[in-house]
């Protein structure tokens, strides 16, 4: 992989972010700076309410920071835009609309009609393996389908930037597990660039390229590290020393941030 | 031998169960009506299906029966096509919300009786003031109903339409419309309810014709097959209405994950 020298998807310039809120004002996020270049995997751990989500949020364009600009291909963001897919811990998916309609949602909004519109989605149902499941409706699916389905429906958007709110959260081990080989292995293949949230520091650095670290609140960026493991990455990985090594490394600062927001 | 019981009852098919239950409500009916104290006022069954064919004969009962329909439907009809928008604008605009919702929930704790004169002094007497009243007494309850329902469309779903690139049109019609439509149906079916239960009330406002009218007449003649047919009639057309509402909830809001709404 290339080094350094491409191009900046998102920028991310001293933002602060504030909620008003009835006890007064909550300062979530306090300068924070950060670049994400094409094509990198960024995986975001911290104590939980120390603004991980606030900040995915105003990336993908659905908050505002209170102060400090955030830009898309060099672009300030202003609301939502098609270049910025967002996959949310709780699925999200469209419970009146069967599994194909739900990936079809996007294409259709631009513009596709008829059979080339079922083609494109089913191309993404088949990327996660559900084109059987087609006509059936959330309801039928399980977690880990579903998940998969709103991978799907986010992927059919053709967004640059994937953002995903601890899609993996509510699953079990084994559904988790096989779910970030499968993303990993789309990554590589669709070259996105992907913003990714979790709590779990083993998924962290399976996937990412560079894993920041955030801070208790107010949110800040404490550090960011470098995953330099190989892809592709296996459960053998998972026993590799610089794989220890990194885990004790990251999982110590998150400790501490722990601790912190226990005082 | 429990279990064979149990699996027996279970091989009965639901219409089965629906002729006893009519059957034991009938032998109920009877025993009530020849008995003493109960014969007073309750007429037995073939009284009541002689009247039912001596007035379907001489035409009367259809009127009847039409009236108070034309004047259920219409009340609630215009009562839901103006809840859906209003209560979508109480869920989506604030300040109409604010200004709008107490004046609801005040006069939505007012039985319909305590307005009908003044319905009456404003509408006259015709079918006007009977349509009004049941538009208000239906209206209340739908607007209640759907107003929830839109408050209850879960924000992500709206977040997760915009990132896919819904502007507010799309996500009006293909989101809010179909997140809220389990609220819709439950609120008709509370509307028509209402609709009905105000009807006879509305009649009280000096009908000539209609089912509330019909029985408040023949109490008066102490005809109580008339009444009781009466009675029976409205029971019919509610769960008819009731029937035809639960139809539609099972074709448009079978993706539900837990079954019935609310
Ligand atoms: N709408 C809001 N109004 C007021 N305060 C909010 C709001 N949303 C978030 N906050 C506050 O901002 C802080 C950051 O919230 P955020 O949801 O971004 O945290 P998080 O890192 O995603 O937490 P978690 O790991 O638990 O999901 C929290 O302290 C929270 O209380
Ligand atoms: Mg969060």
């Known amino acids: ?263 | 031998m429990m279990k064979k019981k149990k699996g027996k009852i279970a091989q009965v098919p639901s219409w089965l169960w629906m002729c006893l239950s009519l059957l034991a409500a009938m032998a109920l009916w009877i025993l009530i009506a020849t008995s003493e104290a109960g014969g007073v006022i309750f007429a037995e069954p073939w009284e009541v299906v002689q009247t039912a064919v001596d007035k379907i004969r001489d035409g009367t009962l259809w009127g009847h029966v039409g009236i108070s329909l034309f004047r259920v439907l219409t009340g609630f009809c215009i009562g839901f096509i103006l809840s859906i928008p209003i209560a979508i604008l109480m869920g989506w605009y604030t300040p109409f919300r604010k200004i709008v919702e107490p004046w609801i929930q005040f006069v939505r704790n007012i039985p319909p009786l305590a307005y009908i004169p003044l319905v009456i002094t404003g509408a006259g007497v015709g079918e006007k003031a009977k349509v009004i009243v049941i538009f208000i007494a239906s209206f209340l309850v739908m607007v209640v109903t759907i107003y929830q329902g839109v408050c209850n469309v879960d924000t992500t779903l709206i977040k997760a339409a915009k990132v896919l690139g819904a502007g507010s049109k799309d996500i009006f019609f293909q989101i809010v419309i179909p997140a809220s439509t389990p609220f819709i149906l439950v609120g008709a079916r509370l509307g028509l309810s209402a609709s009905l239960t105000t009807l006879i009330a509305a009649e009280l406002t000096g009908a000539s014709k209609g089912l509330g009218m019909m029985i408040q007449k023949a109490q008066g003649y102490y005809d109580m097959s008339t009444v009781l047919l009466g009675i029976i009639i409205i029971g019919v057309i509610g769960l008819v209405m009731e029937k035809f509402i639960r139809f539609l909830e099972r074709r448009l809001t079978g993706w539900q994950e837990t079954t019935g709404a609310q």
């Open chain 1, 1 to 263: 992989m290339a080094g350094n020298n491409r191009r900046t998807v998102i920028k991310i310039d001293n933002v602060n972010k504030k909620y008003q809120t009835r006890k007064g004002e909550v300062l979530a996020l306090s300068n924070v700076n950060m670049e994400i270049k094409e094509n990198e995997f960024i995986c975001v751990v911290g104590p939980s309410g120390c603004g991980k989500s606030t900040l995915l949020n105003m990336i993908a364009g659905l908050l505002e920071p209170t102060e400090g600009h955030i830009y898309v291909n060099d672009k300030e963001v202003e609301g939502t835009g098609p270049e910025r897919g967002v996959v949310f811990q709780q699925y999200a998916l469209f419970p009146w609309l069967t599994v194909l309609k739900n990936v079809e949602y996007a294409p259709k909004l631009q513009g596709l009609r008829g059979k080339a519109l079922e083609e494109e989605a089913m191309k993404y149902l088949k990327m996660v393996e559900l084109e059987q499941f087609a006509s059936s409706y959330p309801k039928e699916l399980s977690g880990g389908m579903k998940q998969r389905v709103a991978i799907a429906r986010a992927y059919a958007a053709k967004p640059q930037v994937l953002l995903m709110d601890e899609p993996f959260g509510a699953l079990d081990a084994q559904t988790r597990t096989q779910l970030q080989s499968e993303l990993i292995e789309t990554w590589e293949k669709e070259q996105k660039t992907c913003f990714f949230i979790t709590h779990d520091v083993e998924e962290a650095i399976i996937l990412a390229t560079k894993v920041v670290i955030m801070s208790a609140r107010p949110g800040r960026i404490k550090e960011i590290v470098d995953v330099d493991i190989p892809y592709p990455r296996t459960q053998e990985t998972k026993m590799s020393p610089r794989f220890l090594e990194i885990k004790n490394h990251i999982w110590s600062e998150v400790y501490k941030e722990y601790l912190e927001v226990r005082k």
